[in-house]
C-alpha cells in the first residue's frame, strides 16, 4: 500500500491542474486583416493557447523579442488557409513565465505588425508594443517567410517555451486536446487534460480508494 500513498497525491495533482486548465484564443485575421486578436495575452503554466485562423492564410511561429521575424526552431503551425466556413486552428500548451514571442510567417505580415506575445512584460524595454515596433522596422523579406512554412511537427524539438499540442481539431471552447492530438507524436509535452488521461486518473482514483 505505500506505493498508493506516493501515488494518490500524485493523481490529485494531475488532476487539479488539469482542472485548472484555461484556454486562450488568439483569432488570426479577423475580419481580413493582418492581425492576431488579441495581440498580447497573459497565461499560466499549463494552460492552452488556441490560435483560430478566420480568413486569408496565416502563420502562428515562434521568435523571440531580438529577431521578430524569425522562427527560433520553437513552434510553427505552417501557413493556415482558411475562411469563414473553414476555420483553421493550431494550439500550444504555455509551459514557462518567460515571454513567448511570435510573428505571422505570410510575406510582409510580420513586418506589417501581424505578432503576437504571451506573457510580455507590461513595462520596461521589452513590451508588446516594442517587439511590434521592432518587427515592423524588419526589412522585407529577411528571413520572414522561408523559416515559417514548415508543417509544424517539430513544436518544443529543443526546448522551446511551448509545445504544439495540435494543428488541427480543436474547436472553441473544449480547453482538451483530442485524443488525435494526444496520439499525434509531435508533442513534446503532452496535454495533461486529455479525455483519456482524465479517465485514466479517475481510474486511478477508483482503483486506490
Ligand atoms: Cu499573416
Known amino acids: 500500500m505505500f506505493s498508493n500513498l506516493i501515488a494518490l497525491p500524485l493523481l490529485i495533482t494531475a488532476l487539479t491542474s488539469c482542472l485548472a486548465q484555461t484556454t486562450h484564443t488568439i483569432t488570426v485575421g479577423t475580419n481580413g ?12 503554466i499549463g494552460d492552452v493557447v488556441n490560435f483560430q485562423f478566420v480568413t486569408g492564410n496565416h502563420t502562428a511561429t515562434q521568435s523571440t523579442f531580438a529577431v521578430p521575424c524569425t522562427n527560433n526552431g520553437g513552434f510553427k503551425s505552417g501557413f493556415k488557409p482558411a475562411s469563414a466556413n473553414d476555420i483553421a486552428t493550431f494550439a500550444i500548451m504555455v509551459n514557462t513565465t518567460d515571454p513567448i514571442w ?81 496520439s499525434a507524436g509531435s508533442a513534446s509535452t503532452l496535454l495533461p487534460c486529455s479525455a483519456s488521461m482524465v479517465g485514466a486518473l479517475l481510474a486511478g482514483f477508483t482503483w486506490l480508494l
Open 102 to 182: 511570435g510573428y505571422c510567417g505570410q510575406v510582409g505580415h510580420c513586418q506589417a505588425g501581424m505578432v503576437f506575445a504571451i506573457n510580455a512584460p507590461e513595462t520596461g524595454n521589452k513590451t508588446f508594443a516594442a517587439f511590434q515596433s521592432a518587427a515592423m522596422s524588419v526589412s522585407a523579406g529577411d528571413g520572414s517567410n522561408s523559416s515559417s512554412s514548415g508543417s509544424g511537427t517539430s513544436a518544443g524539438a529543443n526546448g522551446s517555451s511551448s509545445s504544439l499540442i495540435s494543428s488541427a481539431g480543436m474547436s472553441t471552447g473544449t480547453g482538451a486536446a483530442s485524443s488525435t492530438a494526444a
Open 33 to 44: 486583416t493582418k492581425t492576431f486578436t488579441p495581440t498580447d495575452i497573459q497565461a499560466a
